[in-house]
T-cell receptor, first 113, second 112 residues
């Protein structure tokens, strides 16, 4: 695999479930990002990690918990989500945080029932 | 915080015509302005970007202009083709945080 990969591609979960989204980048980048893309809203930045350290939390509810064990992997742990959390969750990476091109993964389509 | 407004939300042009999409930003400290294209069912991909020390940048049929005084920047696509049909997002970034604030997106339809 090259570029940025995400698993699973589709996920349906109940409001009481716990699940995790996984992102992996094969580009040698040092910064990774989580975005939420809803039908009626622009791309919303959720978290930024630079060299494994979280540098940005865009006022995201605590039911979303990110984890970055190394510069190549990023997780988003989900628990007790709400139906309005249904969206496409996109991961991205860049050379470093700052004014660099961000490369996006294919996204995980999440449906909360 | 930073806010980015994008217009129009939808744009329909005939093949061969030009298309212009405009964005305004609120934070005068913003210094990086990328444009992403997202085809249906696919991931966003960077098509062009501009930094605050440059007023215009071109790449074949695509150009971006930046007016720092007015705090707006625009995407220009000339000689449009059906494969240009997609959603286009502008974004603005400040400093070294990597925090991109996106506009609402413009759905471009190029009619053959």
């Amino acid at each position: 695999e090259t570029g940025v990969t995400q698993t699973p591609r589709h996920l349906v979960m109940g409001m009481t479930n716990k699940k995790s989204l996984k992102c992996e980048q094969h580009l040698g980048h040092n910064a990774m990002y989580w975005y939420k893309q809803s039908a009626k809203k622009p791309l919303e930045l959720m978290f930024v990690y630079n060299f494994k350290e979280q540098t940005e939390n865009n006022s995201v509810p605590s039911r979303f918990s990110p984890e970055c064990p190394n510069s190549s992997h990023l997780f988003l742990h989900l628990h007790t989500l709400q139906p309005e959390d249904s969206a496409l969750y996109l991961c991205a990476s860049s050379q470093s945080s700052g004014a660099y091109e961000q490369y996006f993964g294919p996204g995980t389509r999440l449906t909360v029932t | 915080g930073e806010n980015v407004e994008q217009h129009p939300s939808t744009l329909s042009v005939q093949e061969g015509d030009s298309a212009v999409i405009k964005c305004t930003y609120s934070d005068s400290a913003s210094n990086y302005f990328p444009w992403y294209k997202q085809e249906l069912g696919k991931r966003p991909q960077l098509i062009i970007d501009i930094r605050s020390n440059v007023g215009e940048k071109k790449d074949q049929r695509i150009a971006v202009t930046l007016n720092k005084t007015a705090k707006h920047f625009s995407l220009h696509i000339t000689e449009t083709q059906p494969e240009d049909s997609a959603v286009y997002f502008c974004a603005a970034s400040t400093g070294n945080t990597g925090k991109l604030i996106f506009g609402q997106g413009t759905t471009l339809q190029v009619k053959p």
